[in-house]
């Protein structure tokens, strides 16, 4: 297999292209992460988690709080080595495909003195150690993708959250990583923001066709934007379930109406909390 910074791009494939780009361009396999502790027993966070993403899929992972969902993201984006199992990335063992992924927090973390435009060619300014004109329009057209187009000299500041948000996702697409990481993107946005940007999100992913993994807590928008959810059990977070959303595109918030939408979304939610007849009842 090819690893993802090796694979032609040109518009006729050999047949060796056609065979890498139908392998997942991620692959969790057997996959462990257990953390010493100063005091008392290792925490096992995760433990033989497996789980497949193949190219241009929003997957999104989802399941209790201390399930391991950050823990997944920090290994795909190469900041922790699992203690066992493989991680791979367009193919490779070794994380070779690091440079090909981005990731959004939930808080948009943008330097604080630096303008909007210059948030968003900062990670060019680390990896090449200048910026260079084709760079900069580069970063106006992600910023008009985000909707920020005339915010590109203000100072992060002077922005609302969701749109510092929108510039933070417009910062995790300049250096073109085919695999975006998401953690939480929006939860810390009022719900009506939230909405906004999940069709956003949509938005860009029809226009981009990243890779998306997304943690999230809301079932609803891990039905909406999702092609597949995978459901974690707590911890040791395990695969607990992988649901394929099968439910026609474009989507829109008008989508969660369907009888469809509402059956994976009870799934899921019985996947989580129990069968609703075994839930604890809530005064
Ligand atoms: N560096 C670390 N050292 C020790 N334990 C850790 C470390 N990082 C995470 N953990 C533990 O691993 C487990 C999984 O953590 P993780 O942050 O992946 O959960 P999560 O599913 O993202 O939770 P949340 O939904 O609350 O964000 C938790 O029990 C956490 O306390
Ligand atoms: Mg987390």
Redo the contacts with the bound molecule.
Sequence with gaps: MLAVSDMPTGKNPTPDADAAASKPLIELSHVGVT?P?KRGDP?V?VEDFNLNIAREEIVSLV?P????????LRMLAGLLKPTSGDVWIGGDPNLRGFSEVAIVFQRATLLPWLTILKNVLYPVRVLKGRVGAEDIARAHDLLALVGLDDMAERMPHELSGGMQQRAAIARSLILDAKILLMD?PFGALDALTREDLQLDLLDIHARTKKTILL?T?SINEAVLLSDRVAV?SA?P?RLQDLIEIDIPKPRSHESAALPAFIEYSQRIRDDIFGPRGHRKAVS
């Design positions: 953390f502790t925490v966070a399941g709080s201390g399930c391991g969902k950050s823990t997944v939480e943690v807590h974690m911890r977070g």
